[in-house]
Every structure is written in C-alpha cells, then in structure tokens.
C-alpha cells in the first residue's frame, strides 16, 4: 500500500478492507451491499498513531506487558484537557475492550440473579452480557422525543427492585446519540444513591460529540456519592478507528475493586498488548488535531443523513448529538422488515432488532463522503414511495 506521509487529510479515501479479515467488510462479502453497520470508520488511524506503533514495533520485542509508564498520564491529561475531569492515575486499569470491562463488573460488582439496568435501545452486547454472566438484563425504556431520546424517570423507578445491582450507562448513547446533560446526571446519581446501585459509565463516544454547544459530563466526575463509586469504562476506538488494536481503560476509583478486578476476569481476560497502549496513548497525546478535523466531516455526514431521511416518506431520525450513528424510525414507512429491505437496495444497516427496537435500522456515517452519498441514494431505494 502506497499512502502518502499526510494521509487523507480531508477523510476522503480508505485502503480496501476486503480480505484483511475486517468484521465489517466480511459480512456481506461477494455481494454489492455496502456495509453501515458495526462501529468502525471507513478511514485510515491519524499518521501519529501510526508512527507511534511503528516505534513500538521497531522495539521488537512483545512479551508480556502491562499498563506501560505513559498510559495512564496520557489518558488522565486527556480527561482533564477535554473533560474538565481530574483523575487519579493510579484508578487506571488497561482492559482489552470496553465490552471485555462491562462483563468484568457484571462479575465483580453483582451477585447470580441480579439485575443489571439499561436504557434502550442500546449497543446489544449490553442486553447480552448480563445473561453470558448469569446476572439479569432489566431494560428501561427511553422516549423518543422530537430533539433527543430522554429518560423516563418513571420507568426509571417502576424498573428498581431490591435484587438490582448496577446501572450500565451508556454515555453517549449509543444508538440514540443522546447526551446525557448535568440535570439528567444528577437525577440518575440520587436514584442511584436511593437504591444502593453502582452505576457503570460506558464513555467511548465521549470524544465524539458533534455539537459545539454540548459538554460531555463523565458520570464519575459529578460532586455526589454515587459518582464516587462509579466504574467509568473508555477507549480510544471509536474516536481514532483503533477497535481492532483492542486497547481500553477502566476508572476504578476504589482500591479493593482494583485488586479484584483481575480475579473478575475469571483468567478469561488476556492482558492488553503493547501495540495497543502504543496507540491508544498516542492518540490521547497527539490526537486531537486529527479528531476535530474528523469532527467537522462527521457534521456533514449527519446533515446529509438528515437531508436524505427529510425526502422519504416515513422515515424519521432524531439527530444524534454525538457518534458517527444514524438510528432511523422505519415504522411508518410501511416496510415489515427494513433491515431485510435495505439489504435488498444494497445497503448493509445495522438491525434495530438487535439493539431491542424492530422498525429501527442504525446507519453508520463515518465513511469517505461519496460512499456515505451512494448509500444514502440506496437508503431512498430501500423504502420507495
Ligand atoms: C457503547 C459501546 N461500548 C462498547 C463498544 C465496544 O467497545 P470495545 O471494542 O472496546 O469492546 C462499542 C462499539 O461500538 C460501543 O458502541
């Protein structure tokens, strides 16, 4: 592959995926789909995160490794720079994924048979997981409003019982794009408070924010007793395009927790590897040039979304506040099943099935401009009028 040293600037290539064993890519292999669906970009990691891994490959050597010296301090300058958040180092744990970090604290903070809370729809491993750890998914129902997907605090309340444990936060949403402001926050933390919940905040679209009026507010960073405890999970992936690189961090602010958290794993969980901290330290580094530039083209994607959805009959997205995910009401199109429908115009969603909401489909937007455009005008063929 012959990439020049300012790689794609403008966002507007992306080296073949095909045959590189990419989940994306290979789903729909052999077909003219194109696939929108899981989270990753069709787009190239900034040149300084390559440079970083290619120092650590020149190393050459990749035995065993734990948090190197950098990670932590790249990671807590991060949140403090962007998020106004100070942490201490030392409650940093590298996890292999953020995934990997939710089934941790379904083990280590919840007994067999409790009840672990969502809002959905949401990212499924989140309505998956609790089962696979032998504690119970309790869905709490978000609104769908004109501007945003809210919480419903009756639900809120009416889901609580005495056999609940945590609360998995998803913030920002995924799929909705909401981002939860500091009223909501605080809400949620005196319910937690009330109930003796944990709440577990999944913040790896938190550097994804399309809207300069909106702060991300980490869960954790709130003044309140329930913040205290709080588990905050967050990644580099989705921001620098690093899934496959497997690098995450848990905020754990309570020793005992941290000591624990291994033993959680169940000796299921491997150590993080070194080309993964290479990257995801240098991204929290060196990255927020390429991001905000990142940033400004994921708003022309959404406003091409939004455009494309306003011309067909039916269709209806609340724009998403944050990620690069378009989550779509199908329900008045008439169309039984849009995810079969999409497929059948050559477009490859994600399923809102999956995510607890048949009649969804979830678009993912973070693709060189001219596919997003030639998806969009399948998107118009999948549901004709
Ligand atoms: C909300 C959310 N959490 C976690 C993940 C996956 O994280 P990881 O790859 O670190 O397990 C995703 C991926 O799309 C996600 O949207």
Known sequence: ???????????????????????????????????????????????????????????????????????????????????????????????PGVVTGLSVTARLLADADDEILTFTPVYPPFLTLPGLAGRRCVRVPLAQGPAAWTIDWDAVEAA?????????LCHPHNPTGTVFGCAELLRLADTAERHGLTVVSDEIWSDLLLDDSLQHIPFASLDHPAARRAITLVAPSKTWNLAGLGCAAAIVPDPTHRRQWRAAGGGLV??????????????????????????????????????????????????PQATYLAWIDCRDTGVADPQAACEAAGLGPSDGREFSAPGFIRLNLACPTPRLEEALRRLANAFPT
């Open 270 to 319: 491997p150590m993080v590897n070194p080309l993964g901290y290479a990257a995801a330290e240098a991204a929290w580094r060196h990255g927020d040039d390429w991001r905000r530039r990142l940033i400004a083209v994921l708003r022309g994607h959404r406003d091409l979304l939004l455009a494309a959805v306003a011309r067909i009959p039916g269709l209806t997205c609340v724009a």
């Open 160 to 168: 609580i019982t005495s056999k609940s444990k945590l609360f998995w």
């Open 1 to 95: 592959m012959n990439v020049s040293r300012e790689n794609d600037p403008d966002f507007t290539g992306c080296p073949d995926r095909r045959d590189t064993g990419s989940e994306k890519w290979d789903r729909w292999a052999g077909r003219d789909i194109l696939p929108l669906w899981v989270a990753d970009m069709d787009l190239r990691a900034p040149e300084v995160v390559l440079d970083a891994i290619r120092g650590r490959v020149d190393h050459g050597v990749f035995g065993y490794t734990h948090e190197p010296p950098g990670f932590a301090p790249a990671l807590t300058d991060h949140l403090a720079a962007r998020h106004g958040w100070i942490v201490d180092p030392a409650a940093i744990i590298g996890t």
